[in-house]
């Protein structure tokens, strides 16, 4: 089922801009305007679209892993159809991409700690 709300369509958009985050959040989803590069890793933990540096660099999936960890984020569940273009996608640091929308779960936190 998708949702009618537009800040939370998993349907693509032709808008060129970026996500309010707290807007994306839905219940126990979020959604985030992220690189359409990064789809094949997000949905299917597949590296092979990456090129890795040779010498030691932290890889790109490595940064993207913290990324997430840090945003609390759980498994990619989807991700819209219909790449766009938007010049600050919800990822820090990163500008100008050609962009999907992606659906995560929120991770579940052990609050017996």
């Not at 932290?58 to 913290?66: A, L």
Request: net charge negative; aromatic share 12%; proline share 3%.
């Amino acid at each position: 089922m998708t949702s009618t709300n537009q800040s939370t369509s998993t349907i693509g958009s032709e808008s060129c801009n970026t996500m309010n985050v707290l807007e994306g959040r839905h219940g126990d989803r979020v959604t985030f305007t992220l690189p359409a590069m990064w789809a094949s890793y997000l949905i299917n933990r597949d590296v092979s679209s990456f090129w890795f540096e040779v010498g030691g660099s932290q890889s790109v999936t490595d940064v993207i892993d913290q990324w997430m960890a840090r945003e609390g984020l759980g498994a990619c569940l989807s991700c819209s159809e219909h790449a766009f273009f938007a010049w600050l996608p919800d990822f820090p640091h990163q500008q100008w991409a050609t962009c999907l929308e992606f659906t995560f779960s929120l991770a579940l936190r052990n609050n017996n700690k």
